[in-house]
């Protein structure tokens, strides 16, 4: 079973702070991707990545950054917060284009 | 329009009845994964399907990619089957990103 954990697990912020989310897979995955899930809706994705230092643009980029540091960890930066990025954040990986394996979730809070 | 339609929105059962839950796909799908997402809000990973059917206890799922929809069926559910199961479909488009359907609201009563 892979093995994704997200941290932190919960995050209250304010309009304007800036928030890092962690993620970090040890299974030798090669493809992360971040998604966001809102009430009565599925996961939509933010930004993907294929490998350490690339980075691909999900359905719903506008006001987050990411970055893929290594082949282990993918952060998900949000540099100007507001309410509407409020929501439940997934990281999952996969090793290729197939299964994807997700982490426990982020609560972000952004008041 | 949504690539990817679940139903029902919502599901009450009673404990050691079944039903099923359909996803249909506006387009070509090369796979399918179900997904039952618990009372801690993770995501459990229950099928990966390219094609067929498979089993797992008292769960069983579908794909067919021509006639583009899966299936998941309960049988004897449990309490713990509560919780908001999703599909997700990865296209055949060449892009590696999962499609999710909006998601089934499964209640379990004793």
């Known amino acids: 079973e892979a093995a994704v954990t997200q941290s932190p697990r919960n995050k209250v912020t304010v309009t304007g702070g800036n928030v890092t989310l962690s993620c970090r897979q040890t299974?030798?995955?090669?493809?992360m991707y971040w998604y966001r899930q809102d009430t009565g809706h599925g996961l939509r994705l933010i930004h993907y990545s294929y490998g350490a230092g690339n980075l691909q643009i999900g359905d719903v980029p506008d006001g987050y950054k990411a970055t893929r540091t290594t082949q282990e960890d993918f952060f998900l930066l949000l540099e100007l917060a507001s309410p509407s990025q409020t929501s439940l954040y997934f990281c999952?990986?996969?090793?290729?284009?197939?299964?994807?394996?997700f982490g426990p979730g982020t609560r972000l809070t952004v008041l | 329009g949504d690539q990817v339609e679940q139903s029902p929105s919502a599901l009450s059962l009673h404990e050691g009845t079944g039903s099923a839950l359909r996803c249909n796909f506006t387009t070509t799908m090369r796979a399918v994964q179900w997904f039952r997402k618990n009372s801690r809000g993770s995501l459990i990973n229950l099928f990966y399907?390219?094609?067929g059917t498979k089993e797992n206890g008292r769960l069983k799922s579908a794909f067919d990619s021509k006639e583009r929809y899966s299936t998941l069926h309960i049988r004897d559910a449990q309490l713990e089957d509560s919780g908001t199961y999703f599909c997700?479909?990865?296209?055949?488009?060449?892009?590696?990103?999962?499609?999710f359907g909006s998601g089934t609201q499964l209640t379990v009563m004793p």
């Open positions: 999952a990986s996969s090793r290729d284009p197939g299964e994807q394996y």
């Open positions: 997700a479909a990865d296209p055949s488009s060449g892009s590696w990103q999962l499609i």
């Open positions: 399907l390219a094609s």
């Open positions: 299974n030798s995955h090669n493809y």
